[in-house]
């Protein structure tokens, strides 16, 4: 059976599997990618992310970049530890540890593939991860620019977290606030706030609002997608990212996209990204040269419906390795 056959299959009503069909049009010649599990779920409190990984491989991640001409290999999964072995040792910053050493595990692999000239895609797992692949694609370049899709700006630290769960405070690591452990790997970064810009922000907690704003980065809220357009808003966000030539990660949390479009997500919040908008900003960023390494995080396939959550990060980075309809 083909791709197309099996996805109409997989999901289910005739509308949805249109919705889903893959774009008829390719484009060869992209770099080739190299693809790192990280089911990693100690930074969130629900059970479930962990499986992410799987979800979108078996949405066909593979087969999906070959078809359109992208050499493909894949490293398997980061081994991580199960939160069942042993509980947290600090409630403020679960698992940070823990976390930690994945991510210099991860930084590793990430640092590896794009020293040999590929995209390292990270497929996740909970956003903590992020400080990983920050860290990992940092040593490859003098400067690199960070582009931030989320519902929430994971901006917290063990003194603001209302959840003590980590996966709501790695960006803030990469700006030096945090746990001790968190900031010594984050000292890693070449990340500075001016090359960093978040997207589809809607949902952040006190504490973290005021440190946000101190630390001085370019959040684009929800709001100004929808009084400026996604198209306006990329095209700043692009700009902030790549300043000046600078090559730059994508961490893109799943939860961006409404909760109708994918709902199997960590931590859903209403009000998100719809399909078409999320490929927009996609196909946006393929246009330019400097993507190193991207992670896609969150998925939750045990709130998912007929893994369709997994099976758009299939077409989200598709479009954003280049795929294109014509
Ligand atoms: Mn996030």
Known sequence: MDTTARLKRRAGSPALAAHLLPLPGTQVSAKPVTVIGMPLDLGADRRGVDMGPSAIRYAGLKHELERIGIAVEDLGNVNIPSPESHPPR??????????????????RMVSQAIERDRVAVVLGGDHSLAMGSIVGASRCHDKLGLLWFDAHADFNTP????????????????????????RALCKGSNVDAKRCALVGVR?????ERLLLKKAGLKVFTMEAIDRYGLQTVMRQAIETASHGGTPFHVSFDVDVLDPGAAPGVG????????????????????????LTSVDMVEVNP?????????KIVVNLLATLLGRRVL
Do not use: W
Request: with cysteine; net charge negative; hydrophobic share 40%.
């Open 203 to 207: 949902d952040t907690d006190e504490g």
């Open 159 to 182: 003194r603001t977290s209302p959840s003590g769960n980590v996966h709501g405070m790695p960006l803030a690591a990469v700006f030096q606030y945090g746990s001790p452990a968190m």
């Open 90 to 107: 600090n409630a403020r910053a679960k698992y940070a540890e823990e976390i930690v050493r994945a991510c210099r595990r991860l930084a």
């Open 302 to 310: 045990i709130l998912d419906h007929q893994n369709i959550t997994a």
């Open 267 to 290: 931590t859903p919040a209403i009000g998100g990204l719809t399909y078409r908008e999320s490929l927009l900003a996609m196909e946006m960023i393929s246009e330019t040269a400097g």
